[in-house]
């Protein structure tokens, strides 16, 4: 992991006092990298480098120049396949200086060009510089592991890891991008390309950007096959991929010249990682477990992992370590959201934080299970919309009547079933898409509306997801589902906040479940495997039926996140009713005052679970007075 920044201007035109420019990009992102720096300028272009050492300790300083002095780089990542690509480089005849994955990607440059990027496995945000063509070559890796954003400014193309970097360089100003307010009060995030700062953008997955005196063009350089279905292999063929595959995949991601761990939820993607990290070990892993105590998680909807993460612990005879969990939420927020760049308004973020934190006292690299429920089909989002077709056969009497007319009268309170299932019952009746679209936001349109003053386009909101949408094609509705998360909600949300917060606490996360060629592998898979008789991800948690106990296997999923509801009420609630006041928002000018007050007082009478509501516009609110105010 490291941080990384820089400029390009094809004019060749050198922003003023711009040793001073590339320093403050550079330690602003000093918790990325603590442990070196480094900066390389021409007559084009201006690099910025922090680096947290991993793989060869002594060697790996950037910016990095090839041997021929034809290209640089800044590289942010791990390439775990780089000791193959080394070889086959070395039998064309390149010699190299040191034991370091990045000057592979530079030697790959000068070899293949931009396409060495369809030859990496791993997680990378890299710029190269190329001295011959005076060109700027940007990439990130398949599934957006790692972050990339970019701005241009006055003929200037300015990169970095992270968004505050960027606002460190001339003439660069923090302003809301307005017309994305609406996605990401739906979604609790923006989607990719756009971020909610204006005129700063988000190179998505699977893209590469090249820059030079004729401008900027991106291309997306991943095009994986996930729809074509190997409908011939029986259930013992699938169970032996995804072991086999998953465990060269967990080997190649153990490669460290630092101490290495892993997270333990106590759920059965965390479990197997730890069980197959066993299996190539010949010391007990090293695990982190975070929980809250059952007081708090009493007013959530969220459940307790503890008890199964210590059965686990015990059955995988790791070396385990658990963190019982009672931040000082009021006094961290500020700074998590400085961490996060953008208002990513997920709970979750302060537990990886914190997790985080913990792990590195042992630990730098850790690996984690993200990635197993889009991979698998593991979300119970999956599940509801077979529900809801075998729902909308009952008589319309029956549904209107009897079903909905009766839930919308219970309190929600903290119970998760009531709460999922007015969810349910509100998109239950719509066509396949509009009914997965719906479960993925916060608001219906009529919500939005009584919400936000300014006016918007309900369509608008998913250009992004339509889009993904009629490029995958819908004849399959499970894969299709886990699809379009792998390449929406997979990256804007979960990785996002994974990286930002481990980051922040200047640890590695790796994520074994996201190497590009086993999702290739696993989308193969039917989804008649994927669910089964009910079980979500049932062909995986087959799989795991080997090596973990069944307790393990087929617990109930608890999700991952923190107690905000209890927050809320408690520690957070002074604080949220000084953000959310009517003179607070009425000055900030988006939203209606009286939609505001009724989140509120659904939310402490128990009337309704609007904890995430009121968290995200708490978020919003405090990234304004970090950022924007």
Excluded at 12 to 17: A, F, I, L, R, T
Excluded at 421 to 443: G, I, M, P, Q, V
Aim: hydrophobic residues 40%.
């Amino acid at each position: 992991m490291c941080g990384i920044a820089g400029y390009y201007h094809p004019g060749g035109d050198v922003p003023e006092g711009v040793n001073d420019v590339l320093s403050r990009m550079g330690d602003v992102l000093e918790h990325r990298g603590p442990d070196d720096a480094g900066k390389y300028l021409s007559d084009h272009c201006g690099f910025s480098f922090r680096r947290l050492s991993i793989i060869d300790l002594e060697h790996g300083h950037q910016p990095m120049a090839s041997p021929s002095g034809m290209a640089v780089i800044v590289f942010n990542g791990e390439i775990y396949n780089f000791l193959e690509l080394r070889s086959e480089l070395e039998d064309k005849g390149f010699v190299f200086r040191t034991n370091s994955d990045t000057e592979v990607i530079l030697a790959g440059y000068e070899m293949w060009g931009m396409d060495i990027v369809s030859r990496l496995r791993g997680m990378f945000a890299f710029a190269i510089y190329d001295e011959i063509k005076k060109e700027l070559f940007v990439a990130r890796d398949h599934t957006g592991i790692k972050p990339m954003y970019y701005c241009n400014i006055s003929g200037y193309y300015i990169f970095a890891s992270e968004i505050k970097a960027i606002l460190q360089f001339p003439g660069i100003s923090a302003r809301v991008n307005i017309p994305m307010l609406p996605k990401y009060l739906s979604f609790l995030w923006v989607p990719a390309p756009a971020t909610l700062f204006e005129n700063i953008f988000e190179l998505e997955p699977g893209f590469i950007m090249k820059i030079g005196k004729n401008g900027m063009s991106k291309k997306q350089y991943w095009h994986p096959d996930l729809r074509t279905r190997d409908n011939t292999a029986i259930e013992s063929f699938w169970v032996d991929m995804i072991d086999t595959e998953l465990l060269r995949i967990v080997d190649e991601q153990m490669i460290s010249d630092v101490p290495l761990g892993a997270f333990l939820s106590g759920g059965v993607d965390s479990s197997f990682i730890v069980a197959c990290m066993n299996r190539h070990s010949e010391q007990p892993v090293t695990t982190y477990t975070t929980g809250f105590d059952s007081e708090a998680l009493s007013e959530d909807v969220i459940l307790s992992d503890l008890e199964y993460a210590r059965y686990a612990g015990k059955k995988l005879n790791v070396d385990y370590h658990e963190l019982l969990l009672a931040p000082d939420v009021v006094s961290l927020l500020p700074k998590l959201i400085w961490h996060m760049d953008e208002p990513v308004a997920d709970p979750a973020a302060v537990t990886t934080y914190l997790i985080c934190r913990a792990a590195k006292e042992r630990c730098t690299v850790m690996l984690s299970g993200v990635g197993g429920d889009e991979i698998f089909g593991g979300y119970p989002r999956y599940l509801a919309n077979f529900m809801a077709e075998k729902y909308q056969i009952l008589p319309g009497f029956i549904r209107k009547q009897l079903l909905s007319g009766t839930v919308e009268k219970f309190s929600t309170g903290s119970s998760t079933f009531i709460r999922n299932l007015k969810k349910f019952l509100k998109s239950a009746d719509l066509n396949f898409r509009e009914r997965y679209l719906a479960y993925l936001t916060y608001y219906s349109k009529d919500e939005l509306s009584g919400l936000l003053k300014m006016e918007f386009e309900w369509p608008a909101i998913f250009d992004i997801h339509n889009r993904i949408l009629d490029d995958l094609g819908m004849d399959d509705q499970l894969q299709t589902m886990m699809n379009l998360d792998l390449f929406t909600f997979l990256p804007n949300l979960n990785l996002m906040y994974t990286d930002k917060m481990s980051s922040a606490a200047s640890v590695e996360v790796r994520v074994p479940f996201l190497d590009h060629l086993f999702i290739e592998k696993a989308a193969a898979i039917p989804g008649c495997y994927k669910i089964k008789n009910g079980k979500r991800k049932y062909i995986f948690k087959k799989t795991a039926d080997r090596f973990l106990p069944k307790k393990i296997v087929w617990r109930k999923k608890a999700g991952f996140g923190a107690p905000v509801g209890a927050w809320l009420k408690g520690r957070l609630k002074e604080m949220a009713l000084d953000l959310l006041s009517e003179e607070t928002v009425k000055k900030r000018g988006y939203f209606n005052f009286p939609f505001v007050s009724k989140l509120i007082d659904d939310h402490f009478s128990g009337r309704e679970y609007n904890a995430n509501q009121l968290w995200q516009l708490m978020t919003l609110e405090l990234w304004h007075k970090e950022f924007i105010d």
